[in-house]
């Protein structure tokens, strides 16, 4: 089955960078888009980043010039490199991929940007 496990968050301060990575296994990444996504405490979850398969990248306007999603097709893992992290960066991240119409997520991992 389609498992995705993210890894990365943790507390960081305003102005600082974290590295998140996401593992997926059970499906052929490599054809796959693969997007970034997060959810604030008390906020709907909201799109963050996606990377097609061929490498094309699109960002929310919120996280351009900061943030950026990468791939490695033969680690299967998707990365989201977060710069410049403001403290309404703080939420839980998530990674997903729609597969034949069905989104799988991750199980997330936090964020917290504070001083």
């Known amino acids: 089955q389609v498992q995705l496990v993210e890894s990365g968050g943790g507390l960081v301060q305003p102005g600082g960078s974290l590295r998140l990575s996401c593992a997926a296994s059970g499906i052929i990444f490599s054809i796959y888009p693969m997007g970034w996504y997060r959810q604030a405490p008390g906020e709907l979850r909201e799109w963050v980043a996606t990377?097609?398969?061929?490498?094309?990248?699109n960002y929310a306007d919120f996280v351009k010039g900061r943030f950026a999603i990468s791939r490695d097709n033969a680690k299967k893992t998707v990365d989201l490199q977060m710069n410049s992290l403001k403290p309404e960066d703080t939420a839980v991240y998530y990674c997903e991929v729609n597969v034949g119409g069905t989104a799988y997520w991750g199980q997330g991992t936090r964020v917290t940007v504070s001083s």
């Open positions: 990377i097609t398969s061929g490498g094309i990248r």
